[in-house]
């Protein structure tokens, strides 16, 4: 197997050149008729060259949203193969958002489908549940560390219906997402500049002060844009760790298109609102 440079090296050197900024490509139906599209497959397809074309060549990550691509069955997983390919080549990072999780074994297929290779959905980093038990999802921490992909392990999501499971306290007194990013700072450590195994913490959530996030790996926070967060809340939320979270702004961005140049302008200014958010931190 081809062997990339470990995801958390490449995800750094693209947000110190680029920024951190992630734009998700989410392709709601509701989105598709605003652009004036059809809410079919050439719909999907033209929506997301779209978005590849108007800021794969800007941005550090493009995350698609594989839920919107499913819906369409095999010809919209072929969009989404495409869309990983084409934002790849364009010069984006592509973390490929289907939050898998399942019984070991299972995990094993669902990371070959993302992380080897030779896959057609082959994605730099993949989201993943641990709501399994962090345990089972090994085989793909194993292939990622093969492939030199990464993965994003929800941790504190930025819905509110997420607390009822990750504020949950185990016997030791440690809540489930703090014992999420605590099995993540030990798949890290040492790794420099930083590891491939990140967290998916919302931007949504206000003073996460109570959480280590110190670990050592990406931290993709949603919430920015169509949730209500804001750039400027990015360093009240991650506090220290700012340094290392990966903004996403899906619908935020989207709502500009089908422009290209609307499109690459939204993007634009929220990179430079995180910028300016994170200078001097
Ligand atoms: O905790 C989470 C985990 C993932 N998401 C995903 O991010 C985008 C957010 O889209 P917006 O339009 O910017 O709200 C979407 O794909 C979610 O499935 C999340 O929001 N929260």
Redesign the pocket.
Known sequence: MTVLEPFGARLRRAMDARGPLCV?I?PHASLLTEWGLNDDVAGLERFSRTVVEAVADRVAVL?P?S?FFERFGSRGVAVLEKTVQEARAAGALVVT?AKRGDIGSTMAGYAEAFLHKDSPLFSDAL?VSPYLGYGSLSPAVALARESGTGLFV?AL???PE?GEVQHAVRPDGRNVGATILGHLAAENEGEEPMGSFGA?V?ATLGDLSSYDLAINGPLLA??????GATPADLPKVFGAAVRNVVP?????VLRHGPDIRALRDSADRFAQEIRAALAGV
């Open positions: 998700g989410d995350k949203q839920a958002d989201t929800l999501t930025s819905n997420g998916v919302g949603p919430g920015v844009g169509a949730q996403n702004v899906s619908r935020g």
